[in-house]
């Protein structure tokens, strides 16, 4: 399978969700928010730092439930414009995912 190289907009869009992910982590360690979303923390690194620009979508949902995201937030902030706009997560409760 050949892959399409990355386009201006994907590169962006990789860039947004990390640092969507890093500011929804607010003070809890990679280590920890990887091993809890059975990720390896390597990996959440890349994409945090906008490396990976298209992670698979199983790897963005289990670090989103992890953080205390839904996965329409994360949608909606990588698909708009300007900076991000999600709080630190700090010591809030971890929130399920919306059915």
């Known amino acids: 399978m050949v892959r399409l190289p990355l386009t201006p907009a994907d590169v962006e869009r990789g860039q947004r969700l990390g640092a969507l992910l890093r ?12 091993h809890d979303a059975g990720v390896s923390p390597e990996t959440l690194r890349k994409i945090e730092s906008g490396r990976v620009a298209t992670p698979a979508f199983p ?6 439930v992890v953080v205390g995201l ?23 409760a971890r929130e399920p995912l919306a059915s």
């Not at 839904?70 to 900076?83: K, N, Q, T």
């Open 59 to 64: 790897t963005i949902a289990a670090v989103a």
């Open 70 to 92: 839904s996965l329409d937030a994360v949608w909606a902030e990588i698909s708009a414009a300007g900076p991000c706009t999600v709080a630190p997560r700090g010591d809030r």
């Open 23 to 34: 500011a929804a982590r607010g003070e809890r360690s990679v280590l920890e928010t990887a």
